[in-house]
Nanobody
Framework: QVQLVESGGGLVQAGTSLRLLCAGS????????MAWFRQAPGKEREFVTS????????YYADSVKGRFTISRDNAKNTVYLQMNSLKPEDTAVYYC???????????????????WGQGTQVTVSS
């Protein structure tokens, strides 16, 4: 069992940066593949980025590539999402997700992930 708690969201202006945190519980957190998804009002939840258990591999949606960076600190049971050059279209609720996956396969489907946080709101004003 893993419990996830996101933090770091807020209201920012376009062009600025924000860092989200996802704090996980559980002794085997370091063996979980992690991801960030987001959901804007009236839209379906979409994949943002994912990272393997070791941090060796990452994958990004085209819409955030070059602007967002995912990382993790397994000693702290924490995953980070550094978001730079934010745009109004990045406005959404951001969710952290986890799946037990001690492999180097990056996973992008929402249905793949078993555990979800409650979400944190990110609002980017123009």
């Amino acid at each position: 069992q893993v419990q996830l708690v996101e933090s770091g969201g807020g209201l920012v202006q376009a062009g600025t940066s924000l860092r989200l945190l996802c704090a996980g519980s559980g002794r085997s957190f370091s063996l979980y593949g992690m991801a960030w998804f987001r959901q804007a009002p009236g839209k379906e939840r979409e994949f943002v980025t994912s990272i393997t258990w070791s941090g060796a591999r990452t994958y990004y949606a085209d819409s955030v590539k070059g602007r967002f960076t995912i990382s993790r600190d397994n000693a702290k049971n924490t995953v980070y999402l550094q978001m730079n050059s934010l745009k109004p279209e990045d406005t959404a609720v951001y969710y952290c997700a986890a799946v037990f996956s001690p492999s180097n396969m990056v996973l992008t489907g929402a249905g793949t992930y078993d555990y979800w946080g409650q979400g944190t709101q990110v609002t980017v004003s123009s």
